[in-house]
């Protein structure tokens, strides 16, 4: 536990007051998140590579955008954030007579139920750098984007449509202008899309496309139908008419299809086909696609083919194909017979081979995307793409804290620490925990033993060690759901199923189905609290997966509970929200209930989550989700009387834009009415408890919001494509001062804890981890073209450091002079911004450090400072403004038994150390300085030849000569031990007293020789 002082000595200094009117358009830039991984890559539907740069190849994440590599796959950069209005990929192409030229289609090709919706294309003519949108922003999910081999102006696009709905934007379209103006070209219905297209190899004028009827909805997946509804369609003229080809294919039913032609031999023209029972599998034409021949109905290379139906063929070898579905096959026979080949995870996607080199392809899966050089035996590593999809976040409350959550396909929850926690060789893989459950999660760590996970894997509860790194299996029903109709089922447990500890009491847990089940022995046994909470209507239990393939894994449990929260200020208050639209409350443990569904909400919409107010038992907010029923409009509802009635604070015009699904909303526990929102493309806050919304995307990616905590005073995110995010300490958007008037402000910090950065970790970017510090928030009425002073004083009114901004008003070549005269120990910081608005500057939490020659250098790597109460004093022009915080000690160190008076004595001793070593350094310059003067005179006499010799043997004694492995001098000898007593936080060895009175004592001869 962490004790803040509560009275300190009493200060007065002169601090500016003002009547202040809030003003919520400020700009909030200081404010920046930063990403806490996990490095561990999440689900790419996409991959290309380019034939004349065999090194690069592009990535295309659902949730997390376009990455390229130039290393073979060693590591990945982000080329599309900043450009792109959605993160989810659905195909990627390179023109083949410019490198340069990329086409991107957006919207992933894998219908989930945790898909992210497409905004058309996009372009770039420098190799990524840079992109512009290039239209079919209403088209939907894409599939395919072919490129004339011969014209990078002439691009096909096959577009899907909307996964949830009906669209007559669907259909296959064409440019010739390099994506200014697009025709569709073929249009089968609002109801079926182009899932795949390919060109003639030598002839692109014939082209081949899939057609795919396709629509998800919340309770199941339609994929396929009639042969009118789908198949394979032909051109001759380049797309201006179309010829449908049905030899030798399914008569009845047809599903998805995906497409390959053999540049080795154009007569070629394979198809993976979705279809019922035996008739589905590898079709092959070998007359350019007028009839069909099935070769393979292998289960292995179909499975769950709304999900990924891809084949792929060797461009030098027209034997050898590549069947990418859950598992990964290769043939080498044509088809005939399958072998398993080993890619780095299961459930795969896409696939790129180079046609100069059959065994250097990319391939990609639920875990991100890997290249290979040998056809497959090894790959590059997946743990350097930060694309994790990740269902919620839960926090512990050790230091520092942990975040846990359910990362899609990754058999285990995780768990990343929010800071270092320890010492480690590789941070960005190290750091990455098992947490139990399985890839949906949520994973809640124990109030008070953050070594006790409960987690969840698709309704089954379990109880994880972290210590045995085993868990406990407590499933409510013990019985295996995948395959049943919901309506049969006797307890309908989504495959993300909540789990609540309580607020009060945390033996009370909640896990929830259409019920919610009580536990107070970590689920040894469970108690059912409430009646069937969900809407259940009839039409809606239906099996999972038409009219073709069935796929029921609980996704499509439509008539679930979905959110639960208990009030942290009423007991027994409990909300519950539904995945198909209802909201209850009971106010009394659970033994009544009652249904407070807002009245002008929509019906069918999930309840993604519900949030108790933390300061009146009265209020609560209900996020719901309906994008899944083709309605994307953000739903946020209020309630300040128990959900007698609702306010709708999100009508799409006060903010948050009327499309953008709102998955999230939390309310800050320290400041009644500062919400957070997460919605499909990114954060929103609100100042005035929803009657207003900004943007508070900073440096975030665009990518959706599907949780968020505040914990300690930071905003911690979950994202479905770019991992764990974290804004360190929110305490500016707690004041009240935020204003824009005619005053500076300096905010009063939050109390800062005293650690040190762990070995290995303190030049880690991924994660990247925020280094020891106190933040200080101001705000600067207008950009000062005159220095800021920071001072930093402690209890008894003493600076124990100063800094400088770097601005037009002074250089570091006239700081060098400064010193190098009056030796004034403050330091020139560029992170001391002077710009208009809000700035934020991180005190390390040291005191001045030694005096070094080197300016840059000069006064930094000093001792932390002792625990306790701080003042930050900043000097604006004749304007001083002042406030107080304190500064506590580790937990961690705390709990080894070092006191405060332990580190009090450590500091002490530093400071006498390093004003030793300032003495040494800069009798060391003045003798230097003197002896150049010396040297460089018209005329050496005698006199100036002994005081020559002997400034020398003096600086033979403090100064360590150049060399390799020469004998450390005094300057070094000193330097050795300040840097020895800072490492930790230690009681101070009796060798190191010694040691200090022993080059005290040199130091002081040698002054004396001098004198």
């Known amino acids: 536990m962490i004790i803040i002082r509560t009275a300190f000595v009493a200060v007065v200094f002169s601090l500016l007051t003002a009547n202040f009117s809030?003003?919520?358009?400020?700009?909030?830039?200081?404010?920046?998140?930063?990403?806490?991984?996990?490095?561990?890559?999440?689900?790419?539907?996409?991959?290309?590579?380019?034939?004349?740069?065999?090194?690069?190849?592009?990535?295309?994440?659902?949730?997390?955008?376009?990455?390229?590599?130039?290393?073979?796959?060693?590591?990945?950069?982000?080329?599309?954030?900043?450009?792109?209005?959605?993160?989810s990929i659905g195909a990627i192409a390179v023109a083949q007579n410019d490198p340069n030229i990329i086409y991107v289609g957006t919207g992933s090709d894998g219908l989930r139920s945790n898909l992210i919706e497409g905004k058309g294309m996009y372009k770039s003519i420098d190799g990524g750098k840079t992109w512009v949108e290039t239209g079919l922003a209403k088209v939907g999910q894409i599939g395919a984007v072919r490129i004339h081999p011969n014209d990078h102006n002439t691009v096909y696009v096959g577009a899907i449509g909307h996964a949830f709905n009906s669209n007559p934007e669907r259909g296959l379209y064409k440019t010739t202008d390099g994506g200014k103006t697009w025709k569709n070209i073929l249009f089968i219905s609002n109801k079926t899309g182009i899932s795949d297209l390919e060109m003639m190899p030598g002839n692109p004028n014939i082209l081949y496309a899939a057609a795919w009827k396709a629509e998800r909805k919340p309770w199941t997946i339609i994929s396929g139908g009639t042969p009118k509804e789908g198949g394979i369609y032909k051109s001759f003229d380049a797309g201006k008419n179309w010829n449908k080809i049905e030899s030798g294919l399914p008569a009845k039913l047809i599903g998805k299809i995906d497409l390959e032609v053999c540049p080795a031999d154009s007569k070629l023209l394979y198809a993976l086909v979705e279809a019922p029972k035996e008739e589905g599998g590898l079709y092959i034409s070998d007359d350019h696609g007028d009839t069909f021949e099935q070769v393979s109905d292998d289960k292995k290379i179909r499975t769950r083919?709304?999900?990924?139906?891809?084949?792929?063929?060797?461009?030098?070898?027209?034997?050898?194909?590549?069947?990418?579905?859950?598992?990964?096959?290769?043939?080498?026979?044509?088809?005939k017979t399958w072998t398993l080949l080993d890619s780095p995870h299961s459930d795969n996607h896409d696939m790129w081979i180079n046609p100069s080199n059959s065994d250097l392809f990319i391939q990609s899966n639920d875990g991100g995307a890997n290249v290979t050089h040998n056809g497959g035996k090894s790959w590059s590593t997946q743990y350097n793409q930060p694309t994790a999809e990740i269902y919620q976040v839960e926090v512990d409350n050790q230091y520092p804290y942990w975040l846990y959550g359910g990362q899609q396909d990754n058999y285990s929850t995780?768990?990343?620490?929010?800071?270092?926690?320890?010492?480690?060789?590789?941070?960005?893989?190290?750091?990455?925990?098992?947490?139990?459950?399985?890839?949906?999660?949520?994973?809640?760590?124990?109030?008070?033993n953050p070594d006790i996970v409960y987690s969840n894997c698709k309704g089954r509860f379990t109880v994880f060690n972290k210590k045995t790194g085993t868990?406990?299996?407590?499933?409510?029903?013990?019985?295996?759901?995948?395959?049943?109709?919901?309506?049969?089922?006797?307890?309908?447990?989504?495959?993300?199923?909540?789990?609540?500890?309580?607020?009060?009491?945390?033996?009370v847990i909640y896990h929830t189905s259409q019920y919610v089940h009580k536990t107070t022995d970590e689920g040894k046994t469970w108690k059912i609290i409430s009646p069937d909470l969900t809407a259940f209507e009839a039409d809606k239990q239906v099996?999972?997966?038409?009219?073709?393939?069935?796929?029921?894994?609980?996704?499509?449990?439509?008539?679930?509970?979905?959110?639960?929260?208990?009030?942290?200020?009423?007991?027994?208050l409990i909300w519950v929200g539904a995945n198909d639209g209802p909201v209850h409350v009971t106010r009394n443990g659970g033994k009544t209930w009652k249904?407070?569904?807002?009245?002008?909400?929509?019906?069918?919409?999930?309840?993604?989550?519900?949030?108790?107010?933390?300061?009146?038992?009265?209020?609560?907010?209900?996020?719901?989700?309906?994008y899944q029923l083709g309605d994307r409009r953000p739903y946020i509802y209020k309630t300040d009387n128990y959900g007698e009635s609702w306010q709708l604070i999100t009508p799409g015009n006060n903010g948050i834009p009327k499309e953008y699904a709102v998955r999230v909303v939390r309310e800050d526990p320290a400041k009644e009415g500062l919400l957070f929102a997460g919605t499909e493309y990114g954060l929103f806050v609100s100042f005035n408890d929803g009657a207003t919304w900004n943007a508070f995307q900073q440096n975030l990616p665009i990518t959706p919001i599907t949780d968020l905590r505040i914990h300690r005073g930071d905003l911690v995110l979950a994202t479905m494509g770019r991992g764990f995010w974290i804004l360190d300490d929110i305490n500016l958007l707690r004041q009240k001062n935020l204003v824009n008037n005619k005053n500076h402000i300096l905010f009063k910090p939050n109390f800062a804890i005293r650690y040190r950065a762990p070995s290995g970790t303190r030049k880690s970017e991924s994660p990247k981890y925020p280094k020891p510090g106190v933040t200080l928030d101001y705000f600067l009425q207008e950009e000062m073209s005159s220095?800021?002073?920071?001072?930093?004083?402690?209890?008894?009114?003493?600076?124990?450091?100063?800094?400088?901004?770097?601005?037009?008003?002074?250089?570091?070549?006239?700081?060098?002079?400064?010193?190098?005269?009056?030796?004034?120990?403050?330091?020139?910081?560029?992170?001391?911004?002077?710009?208009?608005?809000?700035?934020?500057?991180?005190?390390?939490?040291?005191?001045?450090?030694?005096?070094?020659k080197k300016v840059e250098d000069r006064y930094k790597n000093g001792p932390l400072v002792k625990p306790g109460l701080y003042i930050a004093k900043l000097t604006i022009d004749e304007i001083i403004l002042s406030?107080?915080?304190?500064?506590?000690?580790?937990?961690?160190?705390?709990a080894t038994g070092i006191s405060e008076k332990i580190i009090n004595e450590q500091v002490d001793f530093q400071i006498k150390v390093r004003d030793l070593l300032n003495k040494a350094l800069l009798l060391v310059n003045n003798l230097e300085r003197e002896q150049e003067t010396l040297e460089t005179k018209g005329k050496v006499t005698e006199a100036d030849k002994t005081i020559l010799s002997k400034i020398k043997i003096v600086l033979d004694e403090l100064r360590t000569r150049e060399g390799i492995y020469e004998q450390p001098m005094l300057t070094s000898q000193i330097k050795y031990l300040y840097n020895m007593m800072n490492k930790a936080d230690q009681e101070i060895g009796q060798d190191a007293l010694d040691r200090f009175i022993e080059l005290e004592n040199k130091y002081k001869t040698i002054q004396k020789r001098l004198n």
């Not at 450091?801 to 010193?819: E, L, Q």
Request: aromatic content about 12%.
């Open 883 to 894: 406030k107080s915080f304190e500064i506590v000690i580790d937990p961690r160190v705390n």
């Open 305 to 335: 083919p709304f999900y990924y139906t891809n084949v792929k063929v060797d461009p030098q070898n027209p034997d050898i194909i590549y069947s990418l579905a859950t598992d990964y096959m290769k043939s080498i026979d044509r088809g």
């Open 595 to 626: 249904n407070v569904t807002p009245k002008n909400l929509p019906p069918g919409g999930r309840v993604d989550a519900i949030e108790p107010s933390s300061h009146n038992p009265a209020k609560a907010y209900v996020c719901v989700l309906r």
């Open 543 to 572: 099996v999972s997966g038409s009219p073709i393939t069935r796929d029921i894994t609980g996704e499509e449990f439509y008539s679930s509970i979905y959110a639960i929260q208990e009030s942290s200020v009423e007991e027994g």
């Open 22 to 87: 809030i003003i919520y358009s400020q700009d909030y830039s200081s404010l920046e998140y930063r990403n806490v991984g996990p490095y561990r890559g999440g689900r790419v539907t996409a991959v290309a590579g380019v034939p004349s740069k065999p090194s690069t190849f592009f990535l295309g994440a659902t949730g997390g955008g376009v990455w390229k590599t130039e290393d073979y796959g060693t590591s990945w950069l982000n080329v599309s954030d900043g450009f792109f209005k959605t993160p």
């Open 471 to 507: 868990e406990k299996s407590f499933y409510v029903g013990a019985s295996n759901m995948y395959g049943h109709n919901p309506k049969d089922l006797q307890f309908r447990f989504q495959r993300v199923s909540p789990i609540l500890v309580s607020p009060h009491n945390p033996k």
């Open 787 to 852: 220095l800021l002073k920071l001072e930093i004083l402690d209890e008894r009114l003493e600076v124990v450091n100063t800094y400088i901004s770097d601005t037009t008003g002074i250089s570091k070549d006239s700081v060098k002079r400064d010193m190098s005269t009056e030796f004034l120990n403050y330091q020139v910081s560029d992170k001391l911004n002077a710009k208009k608005g809000f700035n934020r500057f991180k005190w390390d939490m040291t005191a001045t450090g030694p005096w070094n």
């Open 414 to 448: 995780v768990a990343v620490p929010s800071m270092a926690p320890y010492g480690i060789q590789v941070p960005g893989i190290g750091y990455i925990i098992n947490t139990g459950g399985c890839e949906t999660g949520p994973a809640v760590p124990h109030p008070a």
